[in-house]
């Protein structure tokens, strides 16, 4: 990219990327085949290019620092810059389908960097097909916050299997997530809220936190604001459906 192409995208005042220069479709088709790459196991993934100054080179030192917050769907980024600095110790991505958006979410990230130097150095974004791909990113009980923030409502019913909480899926989010663990949903369409919920209710390892718990958790208050969706939907003055649940053993095999 010529050099007065990429100063235009980048904000004089704020020294980020602007999103006018990134804009893409709202959402992409995860069933789709899509090229890009993919690590053939979590032990394949490269640190180094995600964290340079966490780890400086490919060798992992002793591989015990790890990936604990995944996005999926992480749009333009905004919940992942809040969570860097809320849990400046914990390394964290972005899961993006869309390649426009997942290089603004760089190029943010990277900016952010340098105009804070030793901040922002704990998250980073990747292009990929989380409905497909998440075994190849995390081993099994490595998360402990999975996010999942205004996801495709797929209206249809002929593609609620493109949806990205199912049953089918969420198996594979238990596998991931440690005991503990936490799944955040949140949408501004009730009947894709519920669904939502009724989906994590009906699996057997996962149950609802209480509302003491949701009013101490500060994450939850980041849902609906953190995002560039979020806070359309709050300028708009309209509703959203949440559904934060804890992965759980079930009692069948805690014997």
């Not at 090229?35 to 180094?48: A, E, K, L, N, R």
């Not at 992992?60 to 996005?71: L, N």
């Not at 493109?162 to 997530?177: M, T």
Request: charged share 25%.
């Amino acid at each position: 990219m010529p050099e007065t192409e990429v100063k235009a995208t980048i904000s004089k005042s704020t020294g980020l990327p602007r999103k006018r220069f990134y804009r893409a479709r709202a959402h992409s088709n995860p069933l789709s085949d899509s090229h890009f790459p993919v690590p053939i196991s979590p032990s394949q993934f490269d640190y180094s290019l995600h964290y340079p100054q966490i780890f400086p080179s490919s060798d992992q030192a002793d591989g015990s620092r790890k990936i604990q917050f995944a996005d999926i769907g992480c749009g333009f980024g905004g919940l992942l810059i809040s969570l860097s600095t809320l849990f400046p110790e914990t390394l964290m991505i972005g899961m993006e389908l869309r390649d426009k958006v997942t290089e603004y979410v760089k190029e943010r990230i990277l900016s952010l960097r340098v105009a804070n130097p030793g901040q922002y150095q704990n998250v980073s974004v990747v292009r990929t097909n989380s409905m497909k791909y998440i075994p190849n990113y995390f081993e099994k009980a490595q998360l402990t916050k999975m996010f999942f923030l205004f996801p495709d409502p797929h209206f249809k019913e002929k593609n609620h299997r493109r949806r990205v909480i199912s049953p089918f899926l969420l198996d594979e989010y238990a596998y991931v997530l440690k005991a503990g663990g936490i799944i955040y949903t949140i949408t501004d369409v009730e009947e894709l809220g519920d669904w939502m919920k009724s989906c994590l209710e009906n699996h057997p390892m996962f149950e609802a936190l209480t509302e003491k718990e949701l009013e101490a958790d500060p994450v939850v208050k980041l849902l609906s604001s953190a995002t560039e969706e979020g806070q359309k939907v709050a300028r708009n003055g309209g509703q959203t459906f949440q559904a934060v649940f804890r992965r759980i053993v079930p009692s069948d095999q805690t014997s």
